[in-house]
């Protein structure tokens, strides 16, 4: 009986791995393929978001620290928990697709599947794919997190390229990456063809790698806040505008769906001191969620910020995590 394909998704902080994801769900039949989502913090919002356009029911969901550390014996349950649920119910399941955090190290994870023996009789591993932002690679690839997960690549793939008008710079990522692992293969995601991609096998892995050292202490933290009600817009705009431009490059990823009182939701998400176009989506829930990835910031400087401004913000309260 073959083995069942395992892609895994990763790329730093803000890069475009749920959109990726998102776009390729769009455009195939999801019949047989079963995601595990993990997110840093505990609100889910990789989760929410995908949740639209997918069967909630085969989705797996690893929060509260990143795969790659502390999570892995989740991950061998997760993996174990798909396949029976997909043999209950008497369905063929096809492929599995890990994305993982920002933060991720495709190693760990790598080892996790090979090592395992049941896992190993079930699953192999066809690709790692990391996603690179090519507006913000050259800040990204300054974190030793960005270039780990490149090194373990077997497909690169360049996002956000139709904002990029920097041929120039476009033509140096690709000798960067290139250098740092010359066995990837390196795409455009503007001119991939979602199904072709995804069935493609990519270089036998006949390795055991190197446990590194976990790297999630140099700095990181994050901050999950969760507001109770409806909060108003333009405030919130404003608000969030004045933190990016005092602490943008501290704060490396923030990731929100806000509940502005009307039949939809607001997605936000942003790299930096940049907040990419808003869009909505539709209303699960009410109340809103903000999730903070920041490096050498207090939590505290957020959240006094955001006191101040709550009244103007017309919530209710908030809760942290």
């Known amino acids: 009986m073959p083995k069942i394909p395992i892609t895994l998704i990763t790329g730093f902080l803000g890069s475009g791995k749920t959109s990726f994801l998102s776009e390729y769900l769009n455009q195939i039949d999801h019949q047989g393929v079963a995601l595990i989502i993990n997110e840093i913090g505990q609100a889910a919002l990789d989760q929410r978001i995908l949740s639209v356009q997918y069967c909630g029911e085969k989705m797996l969901y690893l929060n509260a620290g990143c795969v ?18 997909y043999e209950w119910r008497g369905e063929t399941l096809k492929c599995i697709i890990i994305e993982t955090t920002g933060l991720a190290n495709p190693a760990p994870i790598l080892w996790t599947i090979l090592s395992d023996t049941f896992l190993g009789v079930h699953f192999e591993i066809q690709s790692v794919v990391v996603c690179v932002d090519t507006l913000n690679a050259r800040m990204h690839l300054k974190n030793n997190e960005a270039k780990e997960q490149i090194v373990f690549a077997d497909s690169v793939l360049l996002t956000k390229t139709d904002l990029q ?10 000798e960067r990456l290139q250098a740092i692992n010359p066995n990837a293969e390196i795409f455009d995601k503007k001119n991939i ?3 072709s991609f995804f069935s493609r096998k990519n270089r036998a892995r006949n390795f055991m790698p190197r446990m590194p050292k976990d790297s999630h ?20 705009g404003i608000w969030l505008s004045l933190l990016l431009h005092k602490y943008g490059t501290q704060i490396l990823r923030i990731k929100g769906i806000i509940d502005t009182g009307s039949g939809f939701l607001v997605s936000i998400n942003g790299v930096m001191h940049i907040i990419y176009p808003p869009k909505h989506i539709l209303k699960d829930q009410n109340g809103s969620n903000l999730v903070f990835i920041m490096r050498h910031l207090e939590r505290e400087k957020i959240l006094n910020s955001l006191k101040g401004f709550k009244d103007f913000l017309g919530i209710k309260g908030f809760e942290t995590q």
């Open 68 to 85: 790659c550390c502390n999570k892995r014996m989740d991950l061998v349950e997760s993996l174990k928990a798909t396949l029976n649920n």
């Open 165 to 174: 008008n920097d041929s120039v710079a476009l033509i140096k990522l690709k």
């Open 193 to 195: 063809h979602y199904e």
């Open 217 to 236: 202490s140099q700095g990181f933290e994050t901050l999950s806040i969760n507001f109770e009600g409806a909060m108003e817009w333009s405030a919130f």
